[in-house]
């Protein structure tokens, strides 16, 4: 086993992981964060970034995502039928970034390399990274035309957990947490946004732009 | 012709409109915001709110967006093969919350009562919401498979434009705009984020939790 794999998750970020509601799960990502996927296969990890997910059902939960052919993670996703999506924190941003621009093809100590911690969750031999605020663990349906004539794969939510210092009840809490939790908004250039303030429209006034 | 549908947009708006590069015309939503899907046939508009957007290609430039059968919008989509993505602003909030809650079919004043008022881009037949950020003109790329059974809609983006006062030189530059003219990402009843601060990765240090 690789030595970044920790099958024994530091039982202090254990106890804030709880389960988030199958039907209620895509609305980890409703927001439009930037994504990690990982995957498992034949004994080989991989993780990636991507900026191109988006859910696409509540129920059944069901979640797309636009994998490049030159990515190792989208080989290991193709041949298990099984991915994880997790949401990065502000936290994760050079693990983001590092992920994103290294392959393992090129290099077998990619994963080590940029920081990434992976564990697991019981009942699914898939790859989660540590740290994340958010987990979906999806099943692809497969679509072969969408996935070789445009990279898109639909996976249906199978399992999502969240940690509860920023996302529980079904609800993102960014606000009421330390700012190194918000989620990661990806432009290009290795440039990044955070998720910013919270607003609840009936705070809101009269439409702004247009009637100004 | 309808009373809210302004062919002559305000000029001091007019002139901070540019056109975009296709190629990069997908960064406009790279960041995952809650977009504003407009669309028009036989004399009828309609915009709708979609949390479900997402970018899929750079070149040829391709977006996805999911639109549920209950929409009008969506029947305009299909019978004219085209639509417009625009990213709304914090100061559109009340409106986007609005044209995701109203319905035409109910209520054929949805677009006044929801304060759009629409514009025209020279060489497109197609609805535009004035004081967004941006605008993507797209025509569908017709897969009826996946718009029967998933909703979802890919479309090649014909026509890419900003505001510059918040997205110039193929960059959004939501740090030196005025809060306002930041990006919505809608998570459900009623609750948005604004995007928020801006990093560079270069100048962050070590992945976060995962190694805390």
Same mark, same amino acid.
């Given at each position: 086993?690789?030595?970044?794999?920790?099958?024994?998750?530091?039982?202090?970020?254990?106890?804030?992981?709880?389960?988030?509601?199958?039907?209620?799960?895509?609305?980890? $990502?409703?927001?439009? +964060?930037?994504?990690?996927?990982?995957?498992?296969?034949?004994?080989?990890?991989? #993780?990636?970034?991507?900026?191109?997910?988006?859910?696409?059902?509540?129920?059944?939960?069901?979640?797309?995502? #636009?994998?490049?052919?030159?990515?190792?993670?989208?080989?290991? #996703?193709?041949?298990?039928?099984?991915?994880?999506?997790?949401?990065?924190?502000?936290?994760? @941003?050079?693990?983001?970034?590092?992920?994103?621009?290294? !392959?393992?093809?090129?290099?077998?100590?990619?994963?080590?390399?940029?920081? #990434?911690?992976?564990?697991? @969750?019981?009942?699914?031999?898939?790859?989660?990274?540590?740290? !994340?605020?958010?987990?979906?663990?999806?099943?692809?349906? +497969?679509? +072969?035309?969408?996935?070789?004539?445009?990279?898109?794969? $639909?996976?249906?939510?199978?399992?999502?957990?969240?940690?509860?210092?920023?996302?529980?009840?079904?609800?993102?809490?960014?606000?009421?947490?330390?700012?190194?939790?918000? !989620?990661?908004?990806? $432009?290009?250039?290795?440039?990044?946004?955070?998720?910013?303030? !919270?607003?609840?429209?009936?705070?809101?006034?009269?439409?702004?732009?247009?009637?100004?």
């Amino acid at each position: 086993m690789d030595p970044h794999v920790a099958t024994n998750i530091d039982k202090n970020m254990n106890r804030y992981i709880a389960a988030v509601e199958l039907e209620k799960s895509p609305r980890l $990502i409703n927001h439009g +964060p930037t994504v990690l996927v990982s995957a498992r296969h034949g004994g080989v990890d991989d #993780v990636m970034a991507a900026a191109w997910a988006s859910a696409l059902n509540y129920d059944p939960p069901r979640v797309t995502v #636009v994998l490049d052919k030159d990515n190792r993670t989208r080989e290991l #996703v193709e041949r298990s039928g099984r991915f994880v999506i997790q949401v990065p924190t502000v936290a994760q @941003m050079q693990l983001t970034h590092a992920v994103g621009t290294r !392959s393992l093809r090129a290099d077998p100590a990619k994963l080590a390399k940029s920081g #990434v911690t992976l564990f697991d @969750m019981d009942g699914h031999d898939l790859p989660f990274v540590a740290g !994340s605020a958010g987990w979906l663990a999806c099943r692809v349906i +497969p679509e +072969p035309h969408n996935q070789d004539r445009y990279d898109l794969f $639909i996976g249906e939510v199978i399992g999502a957990w969240s940690d509860t210092r920023v996302f529980r009840d079904g609800h993102w809490h960014f606000e009421r947490a330390d700012p190194s939790w918000r !989620s990661l908004h990806y $432009i290009a250039g290795g440039h990044f946004y955070a998720i910013g303030e !919270s607003f609840d429209v009936s705070e809101t006034t009269t439409p702004g732009h247009a009637a100004s």
